[in-house]
């Protein structure tokens, strides 16, 4: 969370609604289970929850559904076009990935620690499936700024885990 707050201060991405994207922010991994394909809609579930135990204009039908939606979108960040404060969203989502080498590594060693129950010759050919799809991506975020300043590290950072990745499956016979 705190990565994806101060990429959104460094970033100045242009949000419409700060309060909407804030309260996806806090809630778009609030569940999460690696085995589960759910953790988005029973994040999005609590997030409703939330909104209306807590009442007032986070509870307006069209705020809990806006909140909701991106969360839900956050499982499926290149599915389609986004833009506004669902780009916005979506790119500091993933902006993790344009981190300092180092730190991308910590990301990336808890990916492994996420998956831990995998072997690792089960979770090196999947990691490698995941960096190739979204190396694929014609861009991997949405808004020019994120475009501009994240796309180039986040590839480099995810060339240098391909490159590792592939290197430690090749120890393993097949």
Not at 144 to 153: G, I, M, Q, R, S
């Amino acid at each position: 969370l705190r990565h994806m707050f101060r990429t959104q201060a460094e970033l100045a991405l242009p949000l419409q609604s700060e309060d909407l994207v804030a309260m996806a922010i806090f809630f778009h991994d609030a569940i999460y289970d690696p085995k589960s394909a759910e953790n988005e809609a029973k994040s999005a579930e609590l997030f409703r929850q939330f909104a209306a135990e807590a009442g007032g204009a986070l509870s307006m039908a069209d705020n809990v559904q806006t909140v909701s939606s991106y969360i839900l979108r956050t499982a499926t960040h290149h599915s389609g076009p986004a833009s506004g404060d669902l780009a916005c969203l979506l790119d500091l989502d993933l902006a993790i990935l344009a981190a300092s080498p180092p730190l991308y590594d910590r990301y990336a060693e808890g990916i492994l620690l996420e998956y831990s129950h995998l072997s690792y010759p089960e979770f090196l050919p999947k990691r490698i499936q995941v960096l190739e799809k979204m190396l694929g991506q014609e861009s991997l975020f949405f808004s020019t700024e994120a475009k501009e300043k994240l796309d180039a590290p986040a590839r480099a950072n995810m060339r240098r885990e391909l490159n590792w990745c592939k290197a430690d499956l090749a120890k393993f016979p097949l």
